[in-house]
């Protein structure tokens, strides 16, 4: 009997937001969807009563229940387990031969233990992988959340798709400005509203973090400060006139993300490395970098380096002096050419 | 394992994914791989000197990482450096550091 084909990586999606921003209402939607039927979900509950478990109404044998608190610290044990667990039954023909899994996670979790538990837990590392993190935002609330809750804004700078919803109840003025809030620390991230006719494939499948399309540089705005309480978060693009030494590069970023990785939401960068005639592309979230991909073109005449950072109380201009410290060790230095404007 | 450059299991980290083809790929261009340690090595002592350490290669596949005492771990990929260099110096490795800045820019002026 033919059976459909159990990707060699399963793709885990994670479906984060603040408390009451619709995650749950979310997910119902989309795995109405037929083509999510072979989906496993895994639910991370808040305090004892799983009030989003019981709105969910899909519920079978490949869901597991978290059963505490937040997944920062008691959790990524639990949620290794979760998914060692469905594996194993995968494996042994015990439940349906999912191919993807969503995790939905406590509104007040700082999304990123999930993702690192995916990369550094030795046997999930082999079977799972980390596909498109969606953030619900609530647009009535959502500014109020952003300016006062850090998790919030974590939540959407480290998103690959920001869901807007109850935008149908939201003043307009209020969709624009939050809108102009989180770009402040998510540049690129496409951005829908609930409202609209959701895909479940453009949610959990794009965009690629793995293609150049649509790659964003564009420079960061003027006085990014959020507000005055969130305002020690900003967004800036470092430009880099030389090529980059990669093996200085490596050291210099874990070095980075090892101190300060809890303030730097994210990296995002194309970088011109000394010895490649195309691009490599590199993502980081926190302490997590994404595999750097190859490029196979330059998305326009522009050469030079570009690194999108996306910080919390860190001084830019120290960033990049740091950098040019590190790159200036590299083998190819002192003698690193000098990149061609556009 | 490759009884040739001793390397058990691969490494994963992502700095250790191709920079240029071949670099860090294990069963070619075992060279470069080997090369594109020793630079790693030599940049990482710029730096660790700084705070005491030193890193050396071991058998291609780990770093042994030590303080002037002969305190060593080993450690595995660039990941583990440098909570393994906390750990040993006891203080925090900080990039940002000015006076650590500073000391890295005397080296090319």
């Known amino acids: 009997m033919a059976e459909p084909a159990i990707p060699a990586m399963t793709p885990v999606n994670l479906i984060t937001g603040f408390l009451g921003s619709g995650k749950t209402t979310l997910l119902k939607r989309l795995l109405a969807d037929p083509a999510l039927h072979d989906t496993a979900v895994l639910i991370n509950e808040f305090g004892e009563v799983g009030l989003d478990h019981h709105l969910l109404e899909r519920l ?139 895909g479940a494939d453009r949610l959990l499948n794009g965009p690629a973090r793995e293609t150049a399309g649509g790659f964003y540089c564009e420079p960061v705005p003027d006085g990014n400060a959020l507000s005055q309480h969130a305002s020690s978060i900003q967004s800036f693009v470092m430009t880099i006139d030389t090529t980059i030494d990669w093996t200085a590069f490596g050291i210099w970023m874990t070095m980075l993300l090892n101190r300060h990785g809890d303030r730097i939401l994210r990296v995002k960068g194309i970088l011109n490395v000394e010895g490649e005639a195309f691009p490599v592309a590199i993502h980081g979230v926190q302490y997590l970098v994404h595999v750097p991909v190859h490029m196979t073109s330059w998305p326009s005449a522009d050469r030079r380096s570009r690194i999108v950072f996306i910080v919390d109380g860190i001084e830019p201009a120290l960033i990049e002096r740091s950098f040019v410290a590190f790159n200036g060790l590299g083998v190819s230095s002192p003698a690193a050419r000098q990149v061609e404007e556009a | ?108 002026g």
């Not at chain 2, 191709?18 to 594109?36: C, F, K, L, Q, S």
């Not at chain 2, 340690?37 to 990482?65: E, H, K, M, P």
Request: glycine share 6%; aromatic share 6%; proline share 5%.
């Open chain 1, 60 to 198: 079978d044998d490949t869901m597991v229940l978290l059963q505490s608190g937040c997944l920062c610290c008691t959790i990524r044990g639990d949620l290794a387990d979760a998914l060692r667990d469905l594996l194993s039954k995968r494996e042994r023909g015990l439940v349906p031969p999912f191919r993807r899994v969503v995790i939905e996670s406590t509104g007040l979790a700082d999304p990123f233990p999930v993702l690192s538990t995916l990369k550094s837990d030795p046997v999930l590392r082999h079977h799972f992988k980390a596909a498109t993190v969606i953030t619900t935002l609530d647009a009535v609330n959502g500014i109020r959340q952003l300016e006062t809750y850090g998790e919030s804004v974590r939540q959407a700078a480290i998103a690959d798709v920001i869901v807007l919803t109850k935008t149908d109840i939201a003043e307009e003025s209020d969709v624009l400005r939050l809108t102009e809030d989180v770009r402040r620390f998510n540049p690129d991230a496409p951005i829908v509203a609930a409202s609209e006719t959701l």
């Open chain 2, 1 to 108: 394992m490759c009884s040739l450059c001793g390397i058990l299991g691969g490494n994963e980290h992502w700095a250790d994914a191709v920079a240029r083809p071949g670099a860090y790929t294990r069963n070619v261009e075992r060279i470069d791989r080997r090369r594109e340690r020793a630079g790693r090595v030599r940049i990482a002592n710029r730096v660790l000197s700084a705070f005491g350490l030193s890193l050396t290669d071991w058998q291609g596949s780990s770093y042994l990482l030590s303080t002037r005492t002969g305190k060593t771990e080993i450690v595995e990929d660039l990941g583990h450096l440098w909570p393994a260099a906390e750990r040993l110096s006891g203080r925090a490795l900080d990039p940002l550091d000015p006076p650590f800045l500073e000391r890295m820019e005397a080296y090319h």
